[in-house]
């Protein structure tokens, strides 16, 4: 066996051990034809993480109080794929069990795919069928690629508006959709409510599930994960708001913090078409950062900015979480990390030997600076990279030190569309531009009036574009020569008669850092 074969063969072993515990054996049940009062397919089907080879498909089976009473323990699920829309080319069949212990949630980590090839899917249990879904595997990673499109989003709080950006979303022709967290929202604010919250703040593992569960029945939302691949990171309210690590804003003793997450970490996964679940020794530890390659095109690392990060600096003493900070000697600490050390050293390494035209650096918030003016000094928003200035730095230095060109990163978390350039001393001509950003605005979350954000642009240089006023998605094209970015937003969120439109469009053009507007 050549060297190559055989580190493949490793890893794809390691990969099945680490999905031991979440995918049974066929034969751990009898299947029992049944008849449904309702569809359990209510939650409707995603697909996500594509590769050459392989992609992973979801659902969730939820059952009414009729079902329920005739019992739902372990369930055999069968998954058809197909080569067509119409369902006549059948390319493989699988049968998997899921039970209660996980929510009966179901992913399938489908093999032996063929690269940049349409799938159609569908799940079956008794005489229920699922919505048939579609996917797209990723290119060869030798193939020559002349065009990467995404759908960059974020942050959609579901009491704040519909889901009409992930309607148009559904109707894109796009290789994936990259969520960069805030899928669903633990807290409530009543007074931007234009539908509500079912029950109270989720802090068990029974809670979290109804709330995935009344953001999942949305059919806009439904209708933009069974149109394409999914590609996902979380950030901070699929937990609870501005948690660091283990601490929370209400300085809760850590252990019970770590019990929260633990609940917030496995109801994420039984609602969203990830690989591998939390770690069966360490339940609130789960591992979500990855990378992608897109043939010879472009690199994806989507990062992980809340498990593994130094709590903010210079917190308040009362409530914890993000504030602005001003005379904060603790900013500057190098041990304060954003990402956790072998996170970092992990990023640190693939982009520095990453051989493919575009970088694209997907992480959940915002790296450029918002840092204001003060009779008393700059203020700074301790919960973003701005309270992380030494681990920017870090990142922002692999870039020189490796020299590396077409650096784009991707961002959410601060319902704002941003384009701005990156320099390793924000806001400082005197420093090189090195890389370039995007970050999209809210699929619904309300941004900063227009008083504050006004102020942070005219306090920041680098910000080239600076827009918290409206709702929508970010629509990426990636080619050779340019990565694009056309804002696609809307002022009103409201209803289906809210339609999108482009807010303002810039393109990063190959070998030159900074985004230019179009």
Known sequence: MKRREFNLYLQRSAIALALAPWLDAVA?????PRTWHSNPFALGVASGRPRADSIVLWTRLLFS????????DALRVHVEVFADAALQRRVQKIEVVTD????HSVHVHLQRLQPSTDYWYRFQQGDARSPVGHTRTAPALNAEVRELRIALSSCQHYEQGQYIAH??????PLDFVLFMGDYIYESSNPQYALRKHNGEEPKTLAQYRDRYEQYKRD????????????????????VVNDYANDQDRHYTDPQQMLQRRAAAYQAYFEHQPVLLGPETHSPADMRLYDQLSWGKLADVWTLDCRQYRSAQACRDPVRGGGRMVVQCGELNDPSRTMLGQTQERWLSDRLSHSKRQWKLVA???QISSTSVPTPVGRSYWNDAWDGYPEARKRLLQTVVDAQLQNVVTLGGDVHCNVAANL?????NPQS???????VTTSITSRGLGDKPSAVIRESNADLLHYRPDERGYSLITVTPSEVRCDFRTTKFPAGSEAGLKTQASYVVKSGKAGPQLV
Do not use: C
């Open 167 to 172: 309607a148009e979303i559904a109707k894109q």
């Open 28 to 32: 751990a049940v009898a299947d029992k």
């Open 65 to 72: 109080e009729e079902d329920r009473a005739t019992g739902t």
């Open 219 to 238: 059919p806009m939302l439904q209708a933009a994960h069974a149109a394409h691949p999914w590609v996902l990171m979380w950030d901070d309210h699929e």
């Open 100 to 103: 209660a212990t996980r929510g």
């Open 423 to 427: 320099r390793l001393e924000p806001n």
């Open 432 to 438: 090189p531009i090195v890389a370039s950003e995007f």
């Open 363 to 365: 992480q959940a918030t």
